[in-house]
């Protein structure tokens, strides 16, 4: 059958990224407590194309997925990444796979077990060279207290659910439960999915012992990521949901910011 991909294109103008985007796919992840986690992963993939090649061949992404269904890790990832550099003749390929990972977490009185989801991205690029880099991205929910309505109201302040998302570049293997839980300190307080009333008092106690504004919350994450020294690179945001304004509170820092 005539392979209409394969021809030549006289256009001269090659292509940065093209592939596939957005395909819900079925993958099993490390799981620190039960060993193995089956999740479903939103997965994206491309590779370059030269100047003279009409196209890629879109199919042969998906035949190589099978590798996400056994395990994603990083020896999958450099793979999967060389497969798609020798099977579509690229000298670049890139992968970003998101997924909701589950973490049992017990109310922190009555013990009370519940199920968190966090939305986690790992992303994977190699180059001609065959340098492989990657970043792993968690979105962790989290509750603060504003310290400044704290300090001048006589009862009560304001308070809000938010968002704290980091990335990071790394040397060797970490669990994901680890940086969950090390951005969770940061907070005023972390969430639970299920809570009762002695919960519930503890949690709205601890948050407002220790109220926090985003940019205590992205700085006190990013101090503590600078202090590890697994970690090669980090981004750090925050994002709060505002209770009493019609707008979000946002802060964001790097580590390029931290060397500057």
């Known amino acids: 059958m005539k392979d209409v991909q394969s021809q030549r294109d006289e256009r001269n103008l090659p292509i940065d990224k093209v592939g596939i985007k957005n395909l819900r796919y079925p993958i099993t992840v490390l799981d620190r407590e039960q060993g193995r986690q089956q999740t479903v992963a939103d997965i994206s993939m491309y590779v370059d194309l030269p100047h003279d090649a009409k196209g890629t061949h879109m ?61 986690c991205t790992i992303s994977g690029s190699i180059s001609p060279e065959g340098r492989t880099d990657l970043l792993s991205t968690v979105r962790v929910p989290v509750m603060s207290v504003c310290p400044c309505s704290l300090e001048i109201s006589e009862i009560g302040a304001h308070t809000q659910r938010g968002m704290v998302t980091v990335s990071v570049r790394f040397r060797k293997f970490f669990w994901i439960e680890a940086l969950i839980q090390r951005i969770e300190k940061c907070a005023s307080s972390d969430v639970f999915s299920v809570l009762k009333r002695v919960d519930e008092k503890a949690v709205t106690e601890q948050a407002f012992r220790n109220p926090k504004f985003v940019e205590d919350i992205v700085r006190d994450v990013a101090l503590s990521l600078k202090e590890d020294a697994n970690i090669t690179w980090f981004s750090v945001s925050a994002e709060n949901y505002e209770s009493i304004h019609n707008h979000s509170a946002f802060a964001q820092i790097s580590s390029e910011s931290l060397l500057a």
């Open 59 to 119: 199919s042969r992404f998906v035949e190589m997925l099978h590798l996400f269904r056994q395990e994603v890790s990083l020896r999958s990832f450099s793979t999967i990444l060389q497969e798609m550099r020798t099977l579509l003749e690229a000298e670049r390929a890139h992968i970003d796979v998101t997924f909701p990972y589950f973490v049992e977490k017990k109310a922190p009185v009555s013990a009370e077990p519940g199920l968190m989801d966090y939305t």
